[in-house]
């Protein structure tokens, strides 16, 4: 790559010239020729020109205060426009014209299946119009919207609805003034015909809001879950940190077109239809999950976002570290609290440790930033989160909950830094903070080594403990890090036990127990207390017993991650196939025919680790030894329990379907049975038959799921009935997609073709894209990882054709084919081939730039 594009650095940081106090917009919409008016009220705050961010905008005409400015007296290039000299305040009035209809990157102002709408976040507003387009800069929006009336009778901008006009020539003016300040990011219209959906909801403080959903024509029915979400979301967070609502108007729109799952903007969220639309026989469990944690996310987003914001955008875990934190207590207060932890913590191990040792890596407030669209990643986002929660376990829920307020009551209206969070959970519990600011600014997954020692004659326990966080791609040398180890002190002899919270903050530490009577087992890092890579020397026989007796319910499952991927990791550095010990099975068979009061829990006691999972405990990945390992693992278990899995799934009686957590996790255990049985001779019939007869997307889906992997031979009539069934629906043919490219036979290349040529597949919606080449590589092990390379051409080859449509769609896809280094000699020469030949291209975007040439240097 020649062409050296300069990042933006976080030490760079100056505040901005001026201020913009009041923002009117006026938007005349047009398909391919939208015009926007605009008057900027300024007032200058420090020395320099006044700088408006714009791209691909058409100037149409600039006045200031009222006279035209002549073209000597500002300027103008492709990434914005310059007055050098504007005085100490005035007022500046632009005409800019957009086409959204060519707008396929679906930032800033588009049009899609004949709504327009807008993301913003993070640099979207500069295609929208010239404006200082950066968090720092809060303003008092004012924006009218016009439009025709029959065509698009639902003009929507934040705030309240102030005017509404109707024009002689058959179009409508709508005026929003949103009364908050708030940055750019955070502005938003929308036009269309909808379906509404609306209720009240009233405040702890007794404010009546009107809570409005607008979804696709249609599909109005759909939208009823969300919005009993959301009201519960509103709830919450007045009990458990005391905020309330502050607008009379709370909207949502969904659209399908759409780069990520929601965006926050002030009282107008938009959300991906994905996170919005669900009923019984076209949602799953999981939807119904995610969309409750996506719907409380946003609106959390409220207080830690919206009325507190980020002053710059290396400051982003700010808000989405702590949003993510609020919505994972949220889940974890309305759904299953041990499942949600479960849920974060897969996505930690597997995708965040991967970023971490990809060269990608970046610490959770990166110093240097490129295309920041590359920066809403899974360490800003969960691993911000992890951090968040570190400090709620050492602070404590009291001490934590108060440094929140804190923060809110201290920053409300502003916008800040990270160091300004802890600055405040700092002050408000007089806690020393200042090494665990380091999680801030340091990358990469720290180890964590621990042994015991029991000495019987004193009755004393010797814990001993190590971090060390190795170089990453970003950043060479490391310092120890303030590490909270919850764990519990198991007696199994005597049933005594006690738990305990260790702070480990030197590079190594030591602690004592006294008066311990019997051989004790102690139990790490307890709900998983810090993000971490724990080394433990146990037994099969110790995370048998720890499985079996821990007090924590999370303890337990990491028991058995850790019990399988310690056995698959000797086997195959014995070059042998694993094989099931008489204990596991004592202890599988123990829990199948008494399942523990929480079946969700039991289905995941008794389900492998995932290809992801295990991959992570290596370097360089032995990809075909892992498939096989667990290919063999599952094959030996559906064997040796089959009257057990059978027994089980027979036991587990199905009721109409609700979605309710006691059910949640009854289909779980019954369709993990399943998973093993498809394997057995009555796999087949038992399949249909659930397909068949469910009432419910998660039963009929799963059915289909275990046999897609199993790769039984009578899925693909059904998979077609699917397909049929559903035909006109786009959120199930995802699903369809999805399961197709998952199949782990050669033929899914012939049918990923197919897929393409389907009448629903569209390059240009991200959700289509992704339910077909997203879950291909990553729920797709065994193709995408061929040793050929046909699954990485395959991706090179979309993310190519891709990167002119959509290049932030383009850049996320492109993620796993940027860590060659964790793959063999063969896949290594594949892999950098064929990003040497995107590098190549001369017309690259930022997004697909910076990310090339970070995994090339
Ligand atoms: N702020 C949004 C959230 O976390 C996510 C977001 C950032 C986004 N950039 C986006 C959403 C672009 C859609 C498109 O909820
Ligand atoms: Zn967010």
């Known amino acids: 790559m020649s062409d050296l594009r300069q990042p933006k650095r976080l030490a760079d940081y100056q505040?901005?010239?001026?201020?913009?106090?009041?923002?009117?917009l006026r938007v005349e919409l047009h398909p391919t020729a939208t015009r926007v008016q605009s008057e900027l009220v300024f007032r200058r705050q420090s020395a320099g020109p006044l700088w408006l961010d714009g791209q691909a905008l058409t100037l149409i005409s600039i006045e200031l205060n009222g006279q035209p400015l002549q073209q000597t007296e500002y300027q103008l290039n492709d990434k914005g426009l310059m007055i050098t000299d504007p005085g100490a305040s005035g007022s500046l009035q632009l005409v800019t014209e957009i086409n959204p209809e060519q707008n396929t990157a679906l930032e800033g102002l588009y049009l899609a299946e004949g709504v327009y709408c807008t993301q913003c976040e993070a640099e979207g507003f500069r295609r929208i119009t010239y404006y200082p387009d950066r968090p720092d800069v809060l303003s008092v929006f004012t924006t009218t919207l016009v439009a025709d009336t029959v065509q698009l009778p639902f003009l929507l901008s934040n705030g309240n609805k102030v005017a509404t006009e109707l024009l002689a020539d058959g179009r409508t003016a709508v005026t929003w003034h949103d009364p908050f300040a708030k940055p750019s990011y955070l502005f938003a219209l929308v036009a269309g015909d909808f379906d509404r959906l609306a209720d009240r909801f009233t405040t702890a403080g007794g404010r009546e809001v009107e809570l409005e959903f607008f979804v696709e024509k249609g599909k109005g029915s759909r939208a009823g879950f969300a919005l009993s979400s959301l009201m519960r979301a509103m709830r919450w967070d007045e009990q458990r940190f005391g905020l309330e609502y502050d607008l009379d108007r709370y909207m949502v729109v969904a659209v399908d077109f759409f780069n990520m799952g929601a965006m926050e903007n002030k009282g107008l969220n938009i959300f991906n239809s994905k996170y919005v639309l669900a009923d019984d026989v076209t949602a799953t469990d999981r939807d119904y999950?995610?969309?409750?944690?996506?719907?409380?996310?946003?609106?959390?987003?409220?207080?830690?976002?919206?009325?507190?914001?980020c002053r710059d955008w290396f400051q982003l875990s700010l808000k989405e570290g702590l949003t993510v934190f609020r919505d994972q207590e949220f889940s974890a207060d309305m759904a299953s609290a041990t499942l949600t932890r479960i849920d974060a913590v897969k996505?930690?191990?597997?995708?965040?440790f991967a970023e971490d040792a990809s060269p990608m890596a970046h610490p959770i407030r990166p110093p240097q930033v490129l295309e920041m669209n590359n920066f809403y990643t899974v360490t800003v986002y969960d691993k911000g989160a992890e951090v968040i929660r570190m400090l709620q376990t050492l602070l404590g829920r009291d001490g934590f909950t108060a440094g929140h307020s804190l923060y809110l009551q201290r920053h409300d209206g502003q916008a800040v830094t990270c160091d300004d969070f802890v600055q405040a959970m700092q002050d408000a519990t007089g806690q020393d903070l200042t090494q665990f600011r380091r999680w801030y600014s340091q990358s990469g997954t720290p180890e964590l080594t621990v042994s015991s020692q029991y000495d019987p004659d004193r009755q004393q326990l010797r814990l001993q403990l190590r971090q060390h966080t190795a170089a990453t791609a970003d950043q060479l040398s490391k310092?120890?890090?303030?590490?909270?180890?919850?764990?519990?002190?198991?007696?199994?002899?005597?049933?005594?036990?006690?738990?305990q919270l260790l702070v480990l903050s030197a590079e190594s530490a030591e602690f004592l127990f006294d008066n311990i009577a019997d051989n004790p087992l102690?139990?790490?890092?307890?709900?998983?207390?810090?993000?971490?890579?724990?080394?433990?020397?146990?037994?099969?026989?110790?995370?048998?017993?720890?499985?079996?007796?821990?007090?924590?319910d999370f303890a337990r499952w990491d028991a058995m991650q850790q019990y399988w991927s310690q056995l698959l990791q000797q086997t195959i550095a014995a070059a042998e196939l694993p094989t099931l010990s008489p204990a596991l099975l004592a202890l599988y068979r123990r829990w199948l025919q008494q399942p523990l009061a929480d079946l969700a829990l039991t289905a995941e006691l008794l389900q492998l680790p995932d290809?992801?999972?295990?991959?992570?405990?290596?370097?360089?990945?032995?990809?075909?030894?892992?498939v096989q390992a667990l290919d063999s693992l599952q094959q030996q278990l559906a064997t040796a329990l089959y009257e057990d899995w059978l027994a089980c799934y027979q036991r587990l009686t199905v009721t109409p379907y609700v979605y309710e957590q006691t059910q949640v996790g009854c289909r779980a255990l019954r369709n993990l049975c399943l998973s093993y049985l498809v394997h057995g001779?009555?796999?087949?019939?038992?399949?249909?038959?659930?397909?068949?007869?469910?009432?419910?997307?998660?039963?009929?889906?799963?059915?289909?799921?275990?046999?897609?992997?199993?790769?039984?031979?009578?899925?693909?009539?059904?998979?077609k009935d699917f397909a049929a069934r559903f035909a006109d629906d786009v959120q199930v043919l995802d699903k369809y997609f999805n399961l197709v490219v998952s199949s782990p036979k050669a033929q899914v290349f012939a049918a990923m073709v197919q897929l393409t040529e389907h009448p629903a597949f569209s390059w240009k919606n991200p959700n289509r894209v992704r339910a077909v080449y997203g879950a291909f590589s990553q729920r797709n092990p065994a193709q995408?990882?061929?040793?050929?390379?046909?699954?990485?051409?395959?991706?090179?080859?979309?993310?190519?054709?891709?990167?002119?449509?959509?290049?932030?769609l383009a850049a996320r896809l492109i993620t796993p084919l940027l860590s060659w280094q964790r793959y063999d000699q063969q896949r290594q020469q594949i892999l950098i081939a064929l990003l040497q030949q995107l590098a190549k291209r001369s017309d690259l975007s930022d997004d697909l730039y910076e990310k090339v040439s970070r995994s090339l240097v």
């Open 479 to 499: 310092l120890p890090l303030v590490i909270p180890v919850k764990i519990e002190i198991l007696q199994p002899a005597t049933g005594r036990r006690q738990q």
């Open 611 to 626: 290809f992801d999972s295990l991959a992570e405990q290596y370097q360089q990945i032995p990809v075909e030894a892992l």
């Open 289 to 309: 999950f995610n969309i409750e944690s996506i719907i409380g996310h946003e609106y959390f987003h409220n207080w830690t976002g919206n009325r507190v914001t």
């Open 784 to 808: 995408f990882h061929r040793a050929d390379g046909e699954g990485y051409r395959l991706l090179a080859d979309v993310v190519g054709r891709l990167d002119q449509v959509n290049p932030q």
């Open 681 to 719: 001779a009555a796999g087949a019939a038992l399949m249909q038959q659930q397909y068949h007869s469910a009432d419910n997307m998660t039963d009929r889906l799963a059915a289909l799921r275990c046999g897609q992997l199993a790769g039984v031979a009578e899925t693909a009539a059904l998979l």
């Open 15 to 24: 505040i901005p010239a001026f201020v913009i106090e009041q923002t009117r």
């Open 522 to 552: 102690v139990v790490w890092l307890e709900d998983f207390s810090a993000p971490v890579k724990l080394h433990c020397q146990y037994t099969a026989a110790q995370w048998l017993s720890i499985a079996e007796l821990a007090s924590n």
């Open 347 to 352: 996505l930690i191990r597997t995708a965040q």
